[in-house]
């Protein structure tokens, strides 16, 4: 038992820090790509092609004055990164990045990501509420209103994925995805040669991925989605009194955020680390920073959506779409299994 | 002491700390807060005795949602303590602590009768995919009556809520 709870502790660590290493270069990619994008150089002075500028940020940021605003809720307010951060962290323990490289399968695999999404709102919201800032506060309220509303979605989403793979294990649904396409027609399974066994190669999935990707969007805060951080209107939204360190908490749990939004739709929808030839880490990885690129081009590409037509979207077309994509895929089961069976 | 006996002391201890903090805690914000710690280590109890399930549906729903829209609210409405106005309600503290001595006592005493012991095996071990073969077969009818009660609650609340047309 004791020798378990090290193990498990050992590569819980192990994850952690790969994922903390990464999330320096993944900014320093993502400001280089708004660079390219926006037709100037972006971050390129700091080690060879700006390769340390996360680095010499870090060390600015832990050099700052801590200030703790008049009026604030002082506990809540040293929480609330940690609140944020944490969460955002332990996602990454569930996934499989290779057939031996899945730090724990829990049974509950998908709703653990989700709780643990659900509980990430709590310090975004008290990092605006104890803030005693106006403008934190609004983006406060507007996070908790467009996270709940968008987990909805999402969690449609999901049950399509747990409806086409039968089960809840991340790891088992990598497995479902595995071998030639493979589909249910007039009665009989059709194999087509050549193409992966994706969920995002069978129409019946598309809305489902089409909602993940926009809810992952919306949940992680992320553009067109950014209106609880909306700088025209809200300074910087529900971190704007926070310096330093807990800046920067902030800033590492929105980018462990995108990094858990890709490595869940490569796992749910692209087949995980299946492919051909390369390893299956690789595999992984690169299907994993295709997603992350997806981000970033949204970022560059699409202006800010409005707060109203945002909650139009979500309860008004994602949500319907999401409850219909069930209730088809329901129907194809029962074409699948016939009448007599249920 | 065991590592599961560990973390069965901190989740229980926790969750009790939290249920007295929600109730005496000045501050609405502080108390829905206190109430999401305690919800969050009575999950942890449930995964301790193997309803995995059953605990990450406390997490999602209650913890979560439910506790995030209470917040929400509070927020909206920005409660302060000292806009309650006065506790009407000081007649009924002899009654509330006579009250709550019983129940405890009542508790105790058939906590005492079954015999407390801390089993180390997980007792409840349902996959999900069972409990939803219990619910949709054997305990249909009041599945399906919980889920009408609900319906009916949110149907009364917007009707509710809804002003008539130029009132």
């Known amino acids: 038992m ?17 994922v903390f290493l990464s999330i320096p270069f993944v900014i320093l990619a993502e400001r280089r790509f708004l660079g390219f994008m926006q037709d100037r150089y972006g971050p390129n002075r700091v080690g060879p092609g700006g390769l340390l500028q996360s680095f010499a940020d870090v060390v600015k940021l832990l050099f700052k004055e801590e ?18 951060l944490v969460p955002a962290l332990c996602t990454f323990v569930v996934i499989p ?38 403008y ?35 790891g088992e649904i990598v497995n479902e995805q595995a071998g030639p396409l493979r589909f249910w027609w007039a009665g009989q399974l059709v194999e087509v040669p050549f193409l992966p066994n994706w969920l995002a190669l069978k129409p019946l999935a598309w809305p489902a991925l089409l909602i993940f990707l926009v809810g992952g969007f919306a949940e992680t805060n992320r553009a067109p989605f950014d209106l609880p951080e909306a700088e025209t209107e809200l300074v ?52 994993m920073s295709l997603v992350v690129f997806l981000f970033m081009w949204a970022r560059a590409t699409l202006p800010r959506i409005r707060y109203d037509r945002l909650m139009q979207l979500g309860w008004t077309a994602l949500l319907p779409v999401g409850l219909a994509n069930v209730v088809a895929l329901a129907f194809y089961h029962i074409l699948k299994v016939g009448y007599g069976t249920i | 002491m065991s590592v599961g006996q560990v973390v069965f002391w901190l989740a229980a201890v926790g969750a009790v700390l939290g249920a007295i903090g929600m109730l005496s805690s000045p501050n609405p914000v502080h108390s829905a807060l206190f109430l999401v710690f305690s919800l969050f280590c009575v999950a942890v109890v449930y995964l301790l005795m193997g309803a995995e399930f059953l605990a990450i549906i406390q997490v999602i729903v209650y913890a979560g949602a439910i506790m995030v829209l209470f917040l929400f609210v509070i927020m909206l409405l920005n409660l302060k303590r000292d806009e309650f106005g006065q506790d009407r309600l000081f007649r009924q503290y002899p009654v509330s602590y006579l009250a709550t001595a019983v129940l405890g ?58 002003r008539p047309r130029g009132g």
Request: with cysteine.
């Open chain 1, 136 to 170: 934190a506060f609004l983006g406060a309220l507007r996070s908790s209103a467009q996270m709940i509303s968008y987990e909805l979605a999402v969690g449609l989403a999901i049950v399509v994925v747990v409806m086409m793979t039968g089960s809840l294990r991340l």
């Open chain 1, 67 to 84: 200030i703790i605003p008049a009026g604030a809720d002082k506990a809540l307010y040293l929480l609330a990164p940690a609140l944020v």
């Open chain 2, 105 to 162: 006592a009542v508790l105790t005493t058939a906590g005492l009768a079954v015999g407390l012991r801390f089993s180390e095996e997980p007792t409840l071990l349902v996959p999900a995919d069972r409990l939803a073969n219990l619910l949709f077969t054997k305990y249909l009818l009041p599945f399906e009556l919980a889920s009408l009660i609900l319906l009916i609650a949110m149907i009364g609340v917007v009707v509710m809520v809804k």
């Open chain 1, 236 to 287: 910087a939204g529900y971190h704007t009194e926070y310096t330093g360190m807990k800046f920067a908490m902030f800033f590492l749990a929105e980018y462990a955020n995108v990094l858990t939004v890709s490595a869940m739709t490569v796992t749910l929808f692209f087949g995980g680390w299946h492919g051909p030839l390369l390893p299956p880490l690789v595999w992984f990885l690169l299907k």
């Open chain 1, 2 to 18: 004791a020798e378990e709870v090290f193990w498990g502790i050992l590569k819980f660590v192990i994850v952690l820090t790969c």
């Open chain 1, 97 to 134: 990045f290779g057939p031996n490289a899945q730090p724990v399968d829990l049974g509950i695999g998908v709703l653990y990501i989700l709780g643990l999404a659900s509980l990430g709102v709590y310090g975004i919201v008290l990092a605006g509420w104890s803030s005693n800032s106006k």
